[in-house]
């Protein structure tokens, strides 16, 4: 079955870090067009981290100079190393391939 799985999130105090990984569940090739959103209560889902077609990363503006989007293509992973994170981190942050979505894993970040 073709996935992707989530992992690494959880409660964290402002300022804290947390690391999320995204494991694919078939074998990726490479990394472009790969990468993580999220989602606040009421709000749409926005782009966090993601390595665009080239495989380049980029970045949403609110997270530019706190997070950073790695990868390991031989174990079919992506990381999302957040640090600095405020309360509007909060969300569910969502793994994403190419039209395919994981089932998300939740930050929360408590002032």
């Known amino acids: 079955q073709v996935r992707l799985v989530e992992s690494g999130g959880g409660l964290v105090q402002a300022g804290g870090s947390l690391r999320l990984s995204c494991v694919a569940s078939w074998n990726i090739g490479s990394i472009n067009d790969m990468g993580w959103y999220r989602q606040a209560p009421g709000k749409q889902r926005e782009l966090v981290a993601s390595f665009d077609v080239a495989a380049w990363p980029e970045y949403g503006d609110s997270v530019k100079g706190r997070f950073t989007i790695s990868s390991d293509a031989s174990s079919n992973t992506i990381y999302l190393e957040m640090n600095n994170l405020k309360p509007e981190d909060t969300g569910v942050y969502y793994c994403?391939?190419?039209?395919?979505w994981g089932q998300g894993t939740q930050v929360t970040v408590s002032s």
């Open positions: 994403h391939r190419l039209g395919l």
